[in-house]
C-alpha cells in the first residue's frame, strides 16, 4: 500500500473516530438533560403533594365540608384503617357496587382532588377481608326479631359454578304487608352450603338446619318446581307455594313448546341473529335468548318481534328482506303479546301484593276476561294453578310471599362481582351477600356493624367456615398439576 493511500486511511479512521466522539458526548448531554428533567418533575411532584396538603387544610379552616382528615377517626381494635375509613369502603362497594380495586381507586382520586388524607390507602384484598367479615357477622349473628312471629323461606340452587351447587334459604317474613316487591331489607340469608348435587334428602336436611337454627319451623317455603326440591321440601313436613314467575313461565312452556309454528318462529329468529351479527342489520337484531328457562324472559323476543312488525314500513329494502320472516308469524306474536300481557298482569298482582283468596280471585278474573286470541288451555292451566294455590292459604286475611324473585337478584349481584373463571367456583365472596340485606343508606347503622363485625370476626373464622363449607379452589388444583 503506497503511504498516500495509507495517509487517506490514517484521515478516515481520524474523522470516523471523532465522528464517534461528537456522538457521545451528544448523548452523554441528552442523559444529562433527561436527569435535569427527572430532577425537576420529582421537584414538583413534591410541591403537588404539599399543595395538596396545604389546600386541605385550608378548606377544613373555611366554611367548606371537606376536610383533609376523613372525619369521625374511631379506632377498630386490631385495625390500623378508622371507622370512617372503612365504612366509607364498604359503602362504596356494597351501596355504588364499585369493585375492590375501584374502592382503591376512589380514594386516592380523592386525596388528589379534595385534599382527604388518610394514613393509608386500603388495597383489594384488604377490603376484601372486610366485606367478608361483615358477611361473615350477619350470617352467624342474624336478626331474629323480624321472626317474632312466623316466618317463610325461599330457598333454590341458583348456581352452578365449575362443578359446584349453591343452595341458599332466605328468610322472610310470613306475612306480607307492604304492597310492592320483596326488597333486600326484608330478608336475611339463613343458610348457604355448597355440594356437587343437591338431592332431595340434601334438600331436607338443610331446610332441617334452618328449622333448628330458628327454633321452629317455618309457615311454608317458595322454590321453582325443581323435582329436588320439591321432595326435599315434602319430606321435611313442610308447605310448599310455587314460585309464580317460574309456575307461570313452565305453564307457558307446556302450551307452546311442542308447536311446530312456534318452534320454527324460535329457529328463525336464532337464525337471523347468528346470519346478521357482523353486518349492517345488526342493529335491529333480537335479544338473547336463555338456553335454559328460555320461558321466563321470551316476552321480551316477542316484544321485539311486535315493533319489528309495526316499524316494517321504515326498514331500507335489504333489512326489509333480513327479517321479511316476521310477517309469517303475525298471527303467532299477536298471540303470544296477549298471552305476555296478561301474564304480566297477574304476576305484577302477585309480586307486589302477595297471594292471598283476594288477589288470587282478581287474577281469575283477569283470566276470563282475557281476549280470545290466548288458547283456552293456557288459561285453564292457570286457572287450575291459582285454584291448588288458593287452597294452601289458611283463610281470607293471610296475605303470603309468593316470588324468588329477589333471591335471583341476590345471586345476580355476586354473579357480577365473582371471578369470571368458573374453575374458582364458590369463594368466600359469597358471604358478602350477607351484608346487602343490612347495608342501606342508614350511614350510623354501617359504621355500628363494621365495627362490630371487624372486632369480633377473625381471619380464622373465615378459614375455617371456608373448609367447612367449600370445596377446593380448582384453579390452585390446576395450577399444581400444570406446575413446571
Excluded at 183 to 192: E, Y
Excluded at 233 to 246: E, F, P, Q
Excluded at 267 to 284: I, P, W
Excluded at 350 to 376: A, V
Aim: hydrophobic share 35%.
Amino acid at each position: 500500500m503506497s503511504k498516500r493511500h495509507l495517509a487517506a486511511k490514517v484521515q478516515q479512521q481520524k474523522e470516523e473516530k471523532k465522528k464517534k466522539s461528537e456522538e457521545d458526548r451528544k448523548v452523554m448531554r441528552q442523559k444529562k438533560d433527561l436527569r435535569s428533567q427527572v430532577d425537576r418533575l420529582r421537584a414538583e411532584n413534591r410541591d403537588l403533594k404539599k399543595s395538596v396538603t396545604r389546600l386541605g387544610a385550608k378548606r377544613s379552616k373555611g366554611s367548606a365540608v371537606v376536610s383533609n382528615q376523613l372525619p369521625n377517626t374511631t379506632l377498630i381494635e386490631r385495625h390500623k384503617y378508622s371507622l370512617r375509613v372503612v365504612s366509607l369502603c364498604m359503602s362504596l362497594y356494597f351501596l355504588a357496587n364499585c369493585s375492590f380495586r375501584g374502592v382503591s381507586r376512589i380514594l386516592h382520586y380523592f386525596q388528589l382532588e379534595f385534599g382527604i388524607q388518610t394514613s393509608e390507602i386500603p388495597c383489594k384484598s384488604t377490603i376484601s377481608n372486610w366485606t367478608q367479615k361483615s358477611g361473615y357477622y350477619y350470617y352467624s349473628q342474624y336478626d331474629s326479631s323480624l321472626y317474632e312471629s312466623e316466618y317463610g323461606l325461599i330457598i333454590d340452587e341458583s348456581m352452578v359454578i365449575g362443578q359446584e351447587r349453591m343452595m341458599v334459604a332466605l328468610g322472610i317474613p310470613a306475612v306480607k304487608e307492604s304492597k310492592e316487591a320483596t326488597v333486600l331489607g326484608d330478608v336475611r340469608i339463613l343458610a348457604i352450603e355448597v355440594k356437587a348435587s343437591w338431592k332431595g334428602t340434601d334438600v331436607t336436611t338443610l331446610l332441617d338446619k334452618v328449622s333448628k337454627k330458628m327454633g321452629k319451623k317455618p309457615l311454608y317455603v317458595i322454590s321453582d318446581g325443581g323435582n329436588n326440591l320439591k321432595n326435599g321440601i315434602h319430606c321435611a313436613g313442610l308447605l310448599r307455594i310455587c314460585d309464580i314467575g317460574h309456575e307461570v313461565s313452565k305453564l307457558v312452556e307446556q302450551t307452546y313448546s311442542k308447536d311446530e309454528t312456534f318452534v320454527a318462529f324460535t329457529k328463525a329468529v336464532a337464525g337471523v341473529k347468528f346470519r346478521e351479527v357482523m353486518k349492517g342489520s345488526a342493529y335491529l337484531l333480537p335479544p338473547k335468548q336463555r338456553s335454559i328457562a328460555r320461558f321466563m324472559n321470551f316476552s321480551t323476543i316477542v316484544n321485539w318481534a311486535r315493533k319489528m312488525l309495526a316499524a316494517m314500513p321504515k326498514l331500507s329494502e335489504e333489512e326489509s328482506k333480513v327479517f321479511g320472516f316476521l310477517n309469517q308469524y303475525k298471527v303467532l306474536i299477536t298471540e303470544l303479546s296477549a298471552v305476555y300481557e296478561m301474564t304480566e298482569k297477574i304476576l305484577k298482582k302477585m309480586k307486589n301484593e302477595g297471594i292471598s283468596h283476594q288477589n288470587i280471585e282478581i287474577c281469575l278474573e283477569i283470566c276470563k276476561k282475557q281476549e280470545s286470541k290466548i288458547p283456552q288451555i293456557l288459561k285453564d292451566k292457570i286457572t287450575k294453578y291459582l285454584e291448588k294455590e288458593k287452597d294452601k292459604i289458611p283463610n281470607a286475611m293471610a296475605v303470603w310471599n309468593v316470588s324468588s324473585d329477589i333471591l335471583e337478584s341476590l345471586f345476580g349481584k355476586y354473579k357480577n362481582k365473582n371471578a369470571t373463571n368458573t374453575l374458582h367456583g364458590v369463594t368466600p365472596l359469597v358471604l358478602s351477600l350477607c351484608s346487602y340485606a343490612h347495608f342501606d343508606n342508614d350511614v350510623s347503622q354501617i359504621q355500628h356493624d363494621t365495627k362490630e363485625a371487624l372486632e369480633t370476626v377473625f381471619m380464622s373464622d373465615l378459614k375455617k367456615w371456608k373448609s367447612d363449607n367449600l370445596v377446593d379452589n380448582q384453579v390452585v388444583r390446576r395450577n399444581k398439576i400444570l406446575k413446571k
